[in-house]
């Protein structure tokens, strides 16, 4: 069974610094590319970040771009966000999903992770 | 970037009822769409994939049409468990998009 288990979500003064985790699961990690997306409370899904399999590729969304970076270590079958200078917009519940095979949707979403950037 | 644009936002429709959920595209993406289901609290889920693909384990009143700008999702007879928000995504250009959701609720 695939599981995506993601932590490190905390209130954050703005222009604070946060690591999100993403720990994984059930199936061969270093398979797949993996992605970030995000949703404010009571919005919609805002794609963050993706990450290639091998680590050597790295896509941003231009509201984060320059401020976060995607990474993952495949001996541990983890994925990491991080966040620098953060905003008040970047309130969001961060999930980690798994890309398929073909990198053309997500099969399968970890349960999120809340961020509260708050002064 | 490829905007989507889902129509209706709100639903209202009773169990046993076939409702439609449309999601049009702002360029082409040929079959490279996918939509969600996600339930309040709840992480989304998959339900099909590159257009009328069903995922594994979805129940089948639920199909998807569409290629190009023009793309639907049909529940075929709702049931309870079906009221939820519903979200189309594309993959076929960086960045991926999802449209704004479709939130179906009991009449």
């Known amino acids: 069974e695939v599981q995506l288990v993601e932590s490190g979500g905390v209130v954050v003064q703005p222009g604070g610094s946060l690591r999100l985790s993403c720990a994984a699961s059930?199936?061969?990690?270093?398979?797949?590319?993996m992605h970030w997306v995000r949703q404010a409370p009571g919005k919609g899904l805002e794609w963050v970040s993706l990450?290639?399999?091998?680590?050597?590729?790295?896509y941003y969304a231009d509201s984060v771009k320059g401020r976060f970076t995607i990474s993952r270590d495949n001996s541990k079958n983890s994925l990491y966000l991080q966040m620098n200078s953060l905003r008040t917009e970047d309130t969001a519940l961060y999930y980690c999903a798994k890309g398929d095979g073909y990198n053309t949707h997500f099969d399968y979403w970890g349960q999120g992770t809340l961020v509260t950037v708050s002064s | 970037d490829i905007q989507l644009t889902q129509s209706p936002s709100f639903l209202s429709a009773s169990v046993g009822d076939r409702v439609t959920i449309t999601c049009r595209a702002s360029q082409g993406i040929s079959s490279y769409l996918a939509w969600y289901q996600q339930k309040p609290g709840k992480a989304p889920k998959l339900l099909i994939y590159?257009?009328?693909t069903l995922q594994s384990g979805v129940p089948s009143r639920f199909s998807g049409s569409g290629s190009g700008t023009e793309f639907t999702l049909t529940i075929s007879s709702l049931q309870p468990e079906d009221f939820a928000t519903y979200y189309c995504q594309q993959l076929n250009s960086y960045p991926p998009t999802f449209g704004q959701g479709t939130r179906l609720e009991i009449k």
């Open positions: 590159a257009a009328s």
């Open positions: 059930g199936f061969t990690f270093d398979d797949y590319t």
């Open positions: 990450i290639s399999w091998d680590g050597g590729s790295t």
